[in-house]
């Protein structure tokens, strides 16, 4: 099982990015995916779900009406459009799904069990 991300960079305040996430070894098309995130020195973060056809979406409220995540199972991507980007957006941003072997980890209702290793988001003037 494999994701990774691609996207991240340094955004001003009020701007834009994508984040992409590329997923191979498992059935992408029947597996929820999520995006999470972790800042230095706070808790890890979930930050939006997807359900496997993609009907179904969901939101933290630190990022509802701003972020907007989608996937495509013909390619085995999932993404996280992300607009009027906050200071305090600023985090490691990872994909993740429950499938695989790996010790059960959590933020708040949310857990994953396989994740990639991340794509950093800076925003700052």
């Known amino acids: 099982v494999q994701l990774v991300e691609s996207g991240g960079g340094l955004v001003q305040p009020g701007g834009s990015l994508r984040l992409s996430c590329a997923a191979s070894g498992f059935a992408f098309n029947m597996n929820s995916m999520y995006w999470f995130r972790q800042a230095p020195g706070k808790e890890l973060e979930w930050v939006s779900s997807?359900?496997?056809?993609?009907?179904?979406?969901a939101y933290a409220d630190s990022v509802k009406d701003r972020f907007t995540i989608s996937r495509d199972n013909a390619k085995s991507t999932v993404s996280l459009q992300m607009d009027s980007l906050e200071s305090e957006d600023t985090a490691l941003y990872f994909c993740a799904t429950n499938f695989g072997n790996m010790k059960e980890k959590c933020a708040g209702n949310y857990c994953y069990r396989t994740r990639g290793q991340g794509t950093q988001v800076t925003v700052s003037s």
């Open positions: 997807i359900s496997f056809g993609g009907r179904n979406t």
